[in-house]
């Protein structure tokens, strides 16, 4: 049974990094043909694609947070990172992490979430 659990800070100040882990268990980050996400859901509003790491590590991010995230994993370990830079309070939302099988019959995988807060 796959499972994924997000950790890390529920606060984070402004300006500050927030930094979240995902550990999983039942698979194995390198398995092939999967994709590791983060996602995450503000307030009233919708899902947010943040970027994914591949199987091969390499990563690819939202267009609009390019230039704060970072996504990095930890193979012995069996988890997967995200750090958010320079967060505003427009940051706190739920965080999510995902496990997409990029083949039939693309089963997706979440964690139960994390909610951060931004806030002096």
């Known amino acids: 049974q796959v499972q994924l659990q997000e950790s890390g800070p529920g606060l984070v100040k402004p300006s500050q990094t927030l930094s979240l882990t995902c550990t999983v268990s039942?698979?194995?980050?390198?398995?092939?043909?999967?994709?590791w996400m983060w996602i995450r859901q503000p307030p009233g509003k919708g899902l947010e694609w943040m970027g994914v790491i591949g199987v091969d590590g390499s990563t690819y991010y939202s267009p609009s947070l390019k230039s704060r995230t970072s996504i990095s994993r930890d193979t012995p370990k069996n988890q997967f990172s995200l750090q958010l830079t320079s967060v505003t309070p427009e940051d706190t939302a739920g965080y999510y992490c995902n496990l997409r099988v990029v083949t039939a019959p693309f089963t997706s995988y979440w964690g139960q979430g994390t909610q951060v807060t931004v806030s002096s």
């Open positions: 039942g698979a194995s980050i390198t398995t092939h043909d999967s994709a």
